[in-house]
């Protein structure tokens, strides 16, 4: 079992900035995916940035260039910076680990970005 608590959300103006963390209960080294997702309302949950099993980082379009994914083992937690930010933005995060065949999610994380 594997919890993962994010953090960092909040209000922003366009154009600003935020860092989320995603902290794991466990060591992040060992798992096959890890990344952020996002769901705005009345929409499908979306793939952001994602550290993939080849190791590989992908990112949605919308997001290269503004938003960068990154990871710290020794601290199992897994950030994302968050630049440039839009209105289209706002969604609620949620931090996703694979492992094996599992997958786990966090309670996600509110980001508004106002006009």
């Known amino acids: 079992q594997v919890q993962l608590v994010e953090s960092g959300g909040g209000l922003v103006q366009a154009g600003g900035s935020l860092r989320l963390s995603c902290a794991a209960s466990?060591?992040?080294?060992?798992?096959?995916?890890m990344g952020w997702y996002r769901q705005a309302p009345g929409k499908q949950r979306e793939s952001v940035a994602v550290?993939?099993?080849?190791?590989?980082?992908i990112y949605a379009d919308s997001v290269k260039g503004r938003f960068t994914i990154s990871r710290d083992n020794a601290k199992n937690t897994v950030y994302l910076q968050m630049n440039t930010l839009k209105p289209e933005d706002t969604a609620v995060y949620y931090c996703?680990?694979?492992?094996?065949?599992?997958?786990?999610w966090g309670q996600g994380t509110q980001v508004t970005v106002s006009s």
């Open positions: 466990r060591s992040i080294f060992s798992m096959n995916v």
């Open positions: 996703r680990g694979r492992l094996g065949r599992d997958d786990y």
């Open positions: 550290f993939s099993s080849g190791g590989i980082i």
